[in-house]
T-cell receptor, first 113, second 115 residues
């Protein structure tokens, strides 16, 4: 089955710096790659997603890139702010006609003022 | 519009006790899911329901059962709780079945401790 690996497990940056989180997946049939943000004690919430027919997607300060050949995708956060501090999860879903997300193990991002 | 709701928020059980976690959504979504979240392991799918009347096993189904009571409600039952089931449980829903590219919306979670 699908396996999603996520790195790094923790990431500390200064406010205003950029942050990059990387994920690799094993199943070449995966076609949907969402990123979720989970603040401490809260529920995961979708922040951005990308489909396999797209190489890059941006939404204000966040962007996701996908390399299907290498089977990896990355989350980029620019101009980080303290409120970006959270755990970020990547996930992948295979094109089976139904969504079964396989999640990475998460990255704890700490943005220091 | 409350989205996805879960009860209870916290629960402590003794080994061997049973309980049911409740989940409901008011977004008229077709698909519903149960996940568990453990430190360092991300979210793992326990069971899912692609549409009303159907349920299927996910990645870690052992020790659990589910019921899709109607389109709104999807419950998770632990028949004989074990300490290994100590975790945070999240319910989620998505609008459509028959697609792999839909947004999942999560409930607030239930923190379960089994002594």
């Amino acid at each position: 089955g699908e396996n999603v690996e996520q790195h790094p497990s923790t990431l500390s940056v200064q406010e205003g710096d950029s942050a990059v989180i990387k994920c690799t997946y094993s199943d070449s049939a995966s076609n949907y790659f969402p990123w979720y943000k989970q603040e401490l004690g809260k529920r995961p919430q979708l922040i951005i997603d990308i489909r396999s027919n797209v190489g890059e997607k941006k939404d204000q300060r966040i962007a996701v890139t996908l390399n299907k050949t290498a089977k990896h995708f990355s989350l980029h956060i620019t101009e980080t702010q303290p409120e970006d501090s959270a755990v970020y999860f990547c996930a992948a879903s295979r094109n089976t006609g139904f969504q079964k997300l396989v999640f990475g193990t998460g990255t704890r991002l700490l943005v220091s003022p | 519009n409350a989205g996805v709701t879960q009860t209870p928020k916290f629960q402590v059980l003794k080994t061997g006790q049973s309980m049911t976690l409740q989940c409901a959504q008011d977004m008229n979504h077709n698909s519903m899911y149960w996940y568990r979240q453990d430190p360092g392991m991300g979210l793992r799918l326990i069971y899912y329901s692609a549409s009303e009347g159907t349920t299927d096993k996910g990645e870690v189904p052992n020790g659990y059962n589910v019921s899709r009571l109607n389109k709104r409600e999807f419950s998770l039952r632990l028949e004989s709780a074990a300490p290994s089931q100590t975790s945070v449980y999240f319910c989620a829903s998505s609008a459509r079945s028959g697609t792999s590219t839909d947004t999942q919306y999560f409930g607030p979670g239930t923190r379960l401790t089994v002594l």
